[in-house]
Nanobody
Framework: QVQLVESGGGTVQAGGSLRLSCVVSGLRNSFYYMAWFRQAPGKEREGVAGISAGGDITRYADSVNGRFTISRGNAKNTIFLEMNSLRPEETAMYSC????????????????WGQGTQVTVSS
């Protein structure tokens, strides 16, 4: 059974930082793309950052570029999202996903999803 488990969410003041983690289990190898998505109440899910299987190619949404950093652990089944200079409008449920997308930011192209971790940014 494939599982993705996120952690690291919480409440932080505007301008603060958080580090999210996502661990994948149940997949035979690590040859899959991974990404972070977020969804705020009443809004569509949006791609935040993506990372290749080898961890050498990353992609970011324009709104987070330069503030967020996605990385992949040495074991390749773990990804992290370092979030700096957080803004109140970035309050959302953050979820990680794994799969083989042709477009990294398209949620429908991911096979496996975690339950999510809540990030709340207070003003």
């Amino acid at each position: 059974q494939v599982q993705l488990v996120e952690s690291g969410g919480g409440t932080v003041q505007a301008g603060g930082s958080l580090r999210l983690s996502c661990v994948v289990s149940g997949l035979r190898n690590s040859f899959y793309y991974m990404a972070w998505f977020r969804q705020a109440p009443g809004k569509e899910r949006e791609g935040v950052a993506g990372i290749s299987a080898g961890g050498d190619i990353t992609r970011y949404a324009d709104s987070v570029n330069g503030r967020f950093t996605i990385s992949r652990g040495n074991a390749k089944n773990t990804i992290f999202l370092e979030m700096n200079s957080l803004r109140p409008e970035e309050t959302a449920m953050y979820s990680c996903a794994a799969g083989f997308p042709s477009i990294w930011g398209r949620a429908s192209q991911y096979v496996y999803w975690g339950q999510g971790t809540q990030v709340t940014v207070s003003s």
